[in-house]
C-alpha cells in the first residue's frame, strides 16, 4: 500500500515541477528508473526507503493501526543494465477481534506482510528498454505458514518512446493476490506517458495518473491504482498542503480459510487533509488525516464481493505518515 502510494506522488510530484514542455524528448528511462522502485517497471538505480504508518482509532468494533517498512537498493549497475532488489515488511493490527456477519468467521486480530523481490532491466538504443520483475512473500496472519500462503508477482515490460512530448510501456502482470485482476493469470497492459505545460498524465491499465496545474501554484490530480481511486487538490511547491477524497483496498489470506482463493479485504472511503515536501528532495514526509467511512471487512475471492461474510467497521477519523529517503 504504502509503495502505491509513494509511486503515485513520486509520478505528480516529478511532473508537476515540470514548469515548461522540454523541447527534447521527456527521458523515459531517467523517468521509468525513477519510478521503478515503486512499481517495477524499470531496474532501480536509486536506493529508496520507505517507512509508513497509520492509526484509525475508532472501537466500534475494532480500532486498526498499520506499519510498513520497504527498502530498494541497486545490486548492479553497468552501462545498459541494471541489477537491483527490494525487501518489505509491515503489519496490520485490529484493537479487538471482528466477527463477520452470515458466516460468523471470526478475523484474526494481526495481519503480517512481507516482500522479497528483484528486478531487471536492460536499456537499448533510442531511449527503448526492457525489464522484468520478480517477487515473492507473505500477506497473512501466520508468515511463512507454507507454499499455500506465498504471495507473487511477476512483471514484464517494454518501454519506447513516442512523440517529443510522449512515452509508451507495454506490460505484462501475473499475481495471485490482485484484487480486481483474476489471481494466477497473466494480464497485458499498457501505459501512455504525457507531459504538456500545464496537463500531465499516466494512461493505461491498471494504473492512471492526472494532473493539471490550471494557474500557479495550484495542481489537480487524480490517480487509479487497481482498485484503489483518489483525487486531490494540491497547492505549493516547496511544501505542498492538499485535500482530497478517495477510495482504498487492500488483502490478506487468512491461514484457516476453506478456499485457497479467498482473501480477507479492508476497504474504506475518505476524505482528507495533509502535508507533504516535494517529491524530488532525496528526504521527504507526508502527514495526513482525515475521516474514514464506509470500512467494511470481508472475505471473499474478489473486493467486490462478500462471498464468506462481511462486517462494518463503523466511520473514524485517521492519521497517517510516510517518511522517505532517497540515495
Keep these: 500500500m504504502i509503495l502505491r502510494t509513494v509511486f503515485v506522488l513520486v509520478f505528480i510530484g516529478s511532473w508537476a515541477h515540470a514548469q515548461t514542455p522540454q523541447p527534447q524528448r521527456p527521458g523515459g528511462s531517467a523517468l521509468l528508473s525513477s519510478l521503478g522502485a515503486g512499481l517495477g517497471l524499470a531496474g532501480s538505480e536509486k536506493s529508496v526507503i520507505v517507512y509508513g504508518g497509520g492509526e484509525t482509532p475508532e472501537r466500534d468494533p475494532s480500532g486498526l493501526r498499520q506499519h510498513r517498512l520497504n527498502i530498494s537498493t541497486p545490486l548492479y549497475k553497468g552501462e545498459n543494465n541494471t541489477l537491483a532488489v527490494s525487501l518489505g515488511g509491515g503489519m496490520l493490527h485490529l484493537d479487538r477481534p471482528v466477527v ?167 476497504t474504506e472511503k475518505k476524505v482528507y487533509v495533509g502535508m507533504r515536501s516535494p517529491m524530488f528532495l532525496p528526504i521527504g514526509a507526508d502527514l495526513q488525516v482525515g475521516q474514514s467511512f464506509e470500512r467494511t471487512v470481508q472475505e471473499s475471492t474478489s473486493a467486490f464481493k462478500s462471498e464468506r461474510g462481511k462486517k462494518s467497521l463503523g466511520s473514524s477519523w485517521y492519521l497517517t505518515w510516510n517518511l522517505r529517503y532517497i540515495f
Design 100 to 266: 463477520l456477519e452470515d458466516s460468523n468467521t471470526m478475523v484474526p486480530s494481526d495481519f503480517y506482510r512481507t516482500e522479497l523481490g528483484m528486478q531487471f532491466n536492460h536499456r537499448m538504443e533510442g531511449d527503448r528498454q526492457w525489464g522484468l520483475r520478480l517477487s515473492a512473500g507473505y500477506a497473512n496472519d501466520k508468515p511463512f505458514n507454507g507454499s499455500r500462503d506465498t504471495t507473487f508477482t511477476l512483471a514484464g515490460t517494454y518501454s519506447y518512446p513516442g512523440n517529443e512530448s510522449s512515452y509508451w510501456v507495454l506490460t505484462i502482470f501475473a499475481s495471485n493476490s490482485s484484487s480486481f485482476l483474476p489471481n494466477y493469470v497473466p494480464i497485458p497492459g499498457f501505459l501512455y506517458l504525457y507531459r504538456g505545460e500545464k496537463f500531465s498524465g499516466m494512461f493505461g491499465l491498471p494504473i492512471s495518473v492526472i494532473q493539471w496545474r490550471p494557474v500557479e501554484p495550484w495542481t489537480v490530480a487524480f490517480s487509479l491504482f487497481g482498485a484503489n481511486v483518489s483525487s486531490d487538490l494540491i497547492y505549493g511547491r516547496t511544501i505542498q498542503t492538499y485535500a482530497g477524497a478517495g477510495l482504498a483496498h487492500q488483502s490478506y489470506m487468512r491461514a484457516a480459510r476453506e478456499n485457497d482463493k479467498d482473501r480477507i479485504y479492508f
